[in-house]
């Protein structure tokens, strides 16, 4: 048969690609020119080439084998998105692959370097002025607009706008103090005491003045408050806001503001200053004149022999608009103001051993089916690092995304409160063999039904906040059928009053299976919340001051609060998802009947065969009616064959946190019925698709 017109150019495309017998691949180079046919030879210059060509397979017909797009080492400025829709779209038996040569590291960079030769000495001498004099000689500027840079964005309360990075780290904004947090307190300064602590006298409710205090070196004085920004838990310990301040008297330690404060500041909050030039006094803050279009920075030692980065790219770095069958494998994702990855629907996508950092967020998986995140490194960000939501509540019907074998820590850096690790919505999504760690909150919070949470290693986490937990869900009564098993929770700092909890079950959450895993060095492991028909079981608690603890805010809270009363917001998801009627009532039939049975009330828990070792195990609910008021008669939870111990009840290796039970273990014998909880399957494993091996230990596990 003769080929004639463009089914001659699509066989001749094809045969150059790869040929008709294997995969079809394209090569992808810093070299290439997007003029090539995309071959090992003769490679394209960018990603797009390289989409345009397979869109040109696929104008024949659907593709009939798997095609590859080989993308070789080196760094890719991207300065917009990296676009994928759904005619891009590969097939179960033919699906389309983006990814690095092997043994080769490609950067996908969202910013421009700032060449060394550009930085100069601080010249004007407005500008020495404000700097301490300790550092005006090793202060030094760029002009950006002189080098074509003038879009900084709106640097906004936590983090907006321009971020520089210096080989991969990101660099702080000029901030005081150095360290830690300064307080404030409402109400006006008349005066200080002996420890110049401020006097204040209360302004009430309308008030716009705080006084404060700090510990270490006071503040310099500020010459402009344009673009200073006070970042902090100035409300709840759970809640980080960012105000401009009208005035600041250091002098006298007060803070006047162009709001009233209302109800905050009643105690000392903590707060801290950004983008104050004065404040540049450590290596490696930086200002920005965003009028002038100038940065100042006082250099890192390591600046000379590394490459100076800023972020450019405020959009996502790569999109998927309702691909299926679309692999990223083996890309480093790097200095973007937006988010690096979002996919949006579509199906059997996939983010495949990716580094993704100094970004604002990681990736986002919104809508379709089964798509996934697997043995990414995220790290460096703003805020949260994967979020998975999709599926039909009101249909029950799972959306099964998954994130499996990501290693993501140092997160939610500048928006520290309701950014977690990662972020679980809808139905039936799976998180498994994670390790995630170092943040200032959750590491995995959830809402919606039937999400399995297992195999995750999770430690220094909550660094920060309080009223929080490393895994947690709230304030709803039909988030239902969610398991979290075999997973390892350790050193879980303590924090002030409310505290931190390992996992969290806040306002009355409900149906949580809390099985088979092990909570070491913490305050309160487990956390009932008013809620009802949890099981806690099979778990291992050690060295935990309070393992299981419980209380009634649903009967408390009633009134005071309004959130439980009949007919108020925890009644309408009853109501909008029919929870009496299937298939609500077939999948949850406690839930079915719950409007029967006092909703408020903390009923149907279980706590059963848990073993708690030198830890200060007690009965949830006898401490619950003892500490709390507002009980009813029926009990809240039957508790039995709990085995307490102050001695290694047979672990492997405690001493390096092994924490496997020998066959030999006298819980077995003690505790009818424990299963042996798999812990040598917890955490990251390596794998064809995982990032970096081995994974850097910051402790035993």
Known sequence: MRLVGPLLAMAL?????????????????????????????????????????????????????????????????????????????????????????????????????????????????????????????????????????TDYGEMGGHAGGLKLFCNGKRLPLARWPDDGYALARRGKVTGLDPNRVPKLIDEGKTGKTVGFKFIGDPPNRWHRLEGVYLRGYWWEEYCFHAWTPKQIDPEKQQITFGHTLRDYLMEWRRFYAVNVLEEMDRPGEWYLDRKAGVFYLLPPPHLAKGRLQASMLQDTMIALDNTSYITIRGLTLEVMRGGAVIVGGGAHNLM????????????????????????????????????????????????????????????????????????????????????????????????????????????????????????????????????????????????????????????????????????????????????????????????????????????????????????????????????DQPPWSTRYPKLARILDEMPQAPLGNIVERNVSVRSGWSDPEAVCRKTFSTHVDRGYTKMSDNFVTDEDPGFVDAASMDFELRDDSIVYSMVPGFKKIPFEKIGLYEDEYRATWPVPKDRPQ
């Open 352 to 579: 495949a051993g990716c580094i993704i950092r100094n970004a604002k967020q990681g990736v986002t998986v919104a809508g379709g089916t089964n798509n996934g995140v697997v043995g990414c490194d995220i790290y460096d960000l703003e805020a949260m690092g994967v979020r998975l939501s999709g599926g039909d509540r009101k249909t029950l019907t799972p959306a099964g995304h998954y994130a499996v074998n990501n290693h993501i820590h140092h997160y939610a850096l500048l928006h520290k409160t309701w950014q977690p690790g990662i972020r679980v919505q809808g139905v039936g999504q799976r998180v498994a063999h994670n390790r995630i760690h170092h943040a200032p909150q959750y590491a995995i919070s959830y809402d919606g039904n039937d999400h399995l949470f297992e195999f995750n290693n999770m430690h220094d986490l909550c660094l920060e906040m309080s009223d929080v937990g490393v895994i947690g869900c709230g304030t709803n009564w039909t988030y239902r059928g969610n398991v979290i098993r075999h997973n390892l929770i350790h050193h879980i700092p303590k924090r002030p009053y409310p505290g931190v909890v390992g996992v969290y079950l806040d306002n009355c959450a409900c149906s949580a299976d809390i099985i088979g895993n092990v909570f070491y060095k913490m305050t309160k492991p487990v956390m009932i919340g008013g809620g009802r028909d949890n099981i806690i079981r099979n778990n291992v608690f050690i060295e935990c001051e309070i393992p299981v603890y419980m209380d009634n805010r649903g009967l408390r809270w009633e009134t005071r609060w309004g959130h439980f009363r009949p007919g108020g917001p925890m009644y309408k998801p009853l109501r909008e998802f029919k929870h």
């Open 13 to 149: 495309l094809w045969a150059s690609a790869g040929g008709a017998k294997g995969d079809v691949t394209f090569y992808v180079a810093t070299d290439g020119n997007d003029a090539n046919p995309g071959t090992k030879d003769k490679p394209f210059a960018s990603l797009e080439a390289a989409r345009d060509a397979v869109r040109k397979l696929k104008r024949g017909g659907a593709l009939r084998q798997p095609v590859t797009v080989w993308i070789r080492g080196g760094v890719y400025l991207r300065a917009k998105t990296f676009q994928l829709k759904q005619e891009d779209s590969g097939t179960k038996d033919a699906p389309v692959v983006y990814r690095a040569c092997k043994s080769q590291k490609v950067h996908l960079v969202g910013g421009r370097e700032i060449k060394a030769s550009w930085l100069e000495p601080v010249k004007d001498a407005s500008v020495l002025e404000r700097l301490e004099p300790g550092v005006r000689a090793r202060a030094r500027q760029v002009d950006l607009k002189a080098h074509g840079i």
